[in-house]
């Protein structure tokens, strides 16, 4: 391996080399979505930045027990719930199979656990009877309430003082807490309230309590990786970190990490601006691999703004891909000889694309740059096929080598180029032709007609129905092998 695995860590704010705590055993915990609502492009973001670390660091050799969690109950969901005259589990039921099924269709693995709050509430309340032992919460009330003052750490991981939170905290509406700072460990029920039986009396977890206790079930009292969105930090991961370091005495976790946020043309992306960009929708419009390769084309760490055009070259980057990666498995052995000048230049390109998509990965998880190297190497694949139509063994086998080395890397750490790209360019021309009224007949008729000009060298009418094509979004690549057609 070229170097170590270095990590952004959120909690130093500096990359560090990634040194697990019982290797190869390497425990990561994800919060996952609370479950009132459709997904949208930012869960889609985060289950596919971490889905990518789990298949790398298992690519690395590590094992890896993975924790995404579900909040299945939360004043959003109750008030869903209300509002649709539907039971509360009902709703969570409806918004976890969802995530679940899109996910899936995302290419997103399954963790190793999902659990899911209601679950686990006697784990939440021995949690919360530890953290009173230890003089760090207090009942109040029928609630019970974390005490920030009395964890010395608070505002490690965000890097914010007590003393600035606490001039410029609001005026908090609960006569319960000692403190505006102080979080609920457990909320008494309200009237028509879904409500658990507690020492404190009858009442339901805190949002942040949850995690806290299914992590230390899952993964002990010290996680090697913890990951979710940025706006996560505070007050959720902050809070997170006091709760459980209170209660074990030990360090929570040893590496953040937090995915960037998406923005909409430049703007923060929410339903109140009009401008919400759902899983389900975006699945309905394009292929899954389109919209991984979407999010993994900026580093994760950073902004990601959404737009039509984006998409749409993305889009036209994994056509392109697949086309390549097509026409590379038709190259056979046809004669004798060695490599001639475009596959070495090939041979020169893959031994390069190996270490540099790992080195890339290695630092910080820059799928970015990994894309990059990706496409370095079809840009070689293209220089190369003209010539593969005649080819010797040699470029044969490293036809059949690029391919394989491609789904090694990018499809199985990725998800991206790991399909079979006759598969892949057969069912996207069906389904785009569909979603754009197009017969595919109607196309290979034009494309006969073109070529059977091209051979009459009537290059009028062959460009006159390439620009026809091209009018209904049919994009047309001349190879060795025939005319190559997409729908864009």
């Given at each position: 391996?070229?170097?170590?695995f270095?990590i952004?860590?959120?909690l130093t704010?500096?990359k560090e080399v990634f040194k697990?705590?019982?290797?190869p ?11 009132y609502d459709e997904?949208h492009l930012g869960h889609?973001?985060a289950?596919v ?11 690395l050799g590590?094992?890896v027990?993975?924790v995404?969690?579900?909040t299945d109950i ?7 719930a209300q509002?649709?005259g539907?039971s509360?589990r ?15 269709a ?7 656990h999902e ?11 021995a ?6 032992a230890r ?16 964890f010395?750490?608070?505002?490690k991981l965000?890097?914010r003082?007590l003393e600035e939170m606490l001039a410029g905290?609001?005026?908090e509406v609960?006569?319960k807490?000692r403190n505006?700072?102080d979080f ?5 029920a309200k ?5 658990w039986?507690?020492?404190w009396?009858p009442?339901r977890?805190?949002?942040?309590l949850?995690?806290?206790?299914m992590s230390?079930?899952?993964c002990?009292?010290t996680l090697?990786?913890h990951?979710?969105?940025?706006d996560?930090?505070f007050?959720?991961?902050e ?9 074990t005495?030990?360090p929570f976790?040893r590496y953040?990490?937090?995915n960037?946020?998406i923005?909409v043309?430049g703007?923060k992306?929410a339903k109140?601006?009009g401008?919400?960009v ?8 394009y ?10 084309t900026k580093h994760y760490?950073?902004?990601l ?7 749409a070259e993305a889009?036209?980057?994994l056509y392109?891909l ?11 052995y046809a004669?004798?000889?060695?490599l001639?000048k475009a ?10 694309f190996r ?9 910080d998880l ?10 370095n190497?079809?840009s070689?694949?293209n220089?190369?096929l ?5 080819a010797?063994?040699e470029e044969a ?9 491609v789904?090694?890397?990018s499809g199985?750490?990725l998800g991206?180029a790991g399909?079979?790209?006759g598969?892949f ?6 389904r785009k032709a ?8 109607e196309?290979e008729e034009?494309?006969a007609?073109?070529?059977?000009a ?5 290059f009028t009418?062959?460009?006159a129905l ?7 979004g049919v994009e047309v690549r001349?190879?060795?092998?025939g005319?190559f057609?997409?729908v864009?």
């Amino acid at each position: 391996m070229p170097n170590a695995f270095r990590i952004y860590n959120t909690l130093t704010r500096r990359k560090e080399v990634f040194k697990p705590l019982r290797p190869p055993r390497v425990t990561m915990y994800v919060c996952g979505i609370t479950a009132y609502d459709e997904a949208h492009l930012g869960h889609a973001r985060a289950a596919v930045v971490f889905d990518v670390l789990y298949r790398f660091l298992r690519h690395l050799g590590y094992e890896v027990p993975y924790v995404r969690n579900y909040t299945d109950i939360d004043d959003k969901i109750i008030n869903r719930a209300q509002r649709e005259g539907r039971s509360w589990r009902e709703i969570a039921e409806q918004y976890i199979r969802e995530y679940q099924e899109e996910t899936a269709a995302l290419g997103v693995l399954s963790p190793t656990h999902e659990p899911r709050a209601t679950e686990h509430i006697p784990e939440m309340i021995a949690l919360v009877e530890r953290l009173l032992a230890r003089g760090v919460a207090y009942v109040s009330d029928g609630e019970v309430y974390f005490a920030v003052d009395k964890f010395p750490g608070y505002g490690k991981l965000s890097g914010r003082r007590l003393e600035e939170m606490l001039a410029g905290a609001r005026v908090e509406v609960s006569e319960k807490k000692r403190n505006p700072l102080d979080f609920a460990l457990w909320k008494a029920a309200k009237p028509g309230e879904p409500y658990w039986e507690s020492p404190w009396g009858p009442g339901r977890p805190g949002w942040h309590l949850e995690c806290s206790a299914m992590s230390l079930k899952y993964c002990g009292e010290t996680l090697d990786l913890h990951g979710g969105g940025l706006d996560l930090i505070f007050p959720h991961h902050e809070n997170e970190i006091a709760q459980s370091e209170a209660a074990t005495g030990k360090p929570f976790v040893r590496y953040f990490m937090h995915n960037g946020l998406i923005t909409v043309n430049g703007e923060k992306m929410a339903k109140s601006l009009g401008n919400y960009v759902s899983l389900k929708t975006l699945l309905s419009r394009y292929h899954p691999e389109v919209i991984r390769l979407f999010l993994l084309t900026k580093h994760y760490r950073s902004p990601l703004d959404y737009t039509e055009k984006a998409m749409a070259e993305a889009e036209k980057a994994l056509y392109g891909l697949y086309g390549s990666l097509y026409f590379l498995g038709k190259v056979e052995y046809a004669k004798e000889g060695g490599l001639r000048k475009a596959a070495k230049r090939l041979s020169e390109a893959l031994s390069r694309f190996r270490e540099r998509f790992l080195t890339a990965l290695l630092d910080d998880l820059n799928t970015a740059e990994a894309v990059g190297t990706l496409f370095n190497l079809v840009s070689e694949v293209n220089r190369f096929l003209p010539s593969a139509r005649q080819a010797t063994v040699e470029e044969a086998a490293l036809a059949r080598e690029v391919l394989a080395t491609v789904k090694e890397l990018s499809g199985e750490i990725l998800g991206i180029a790991g399909s079979d790209p006759g598969s892949f360019v057969e069912e996207e021309r069906r389904r785009k032709a569909a979603l754009r009224g197009i017969d595919p007949q109607e196309i290979e008729e034009r494309l006969a007609a073109r070529e059977e000009a091209r051979r009459a060298k009537d290059f009028t009418r062959a460009d006159a129905l390439r620009e026809e094509l091209l009018a209904q979004g049919v994009e047309v690549r001349d190879t060795p092998w025939g005319p190559f057609w997409m729908v864009l």
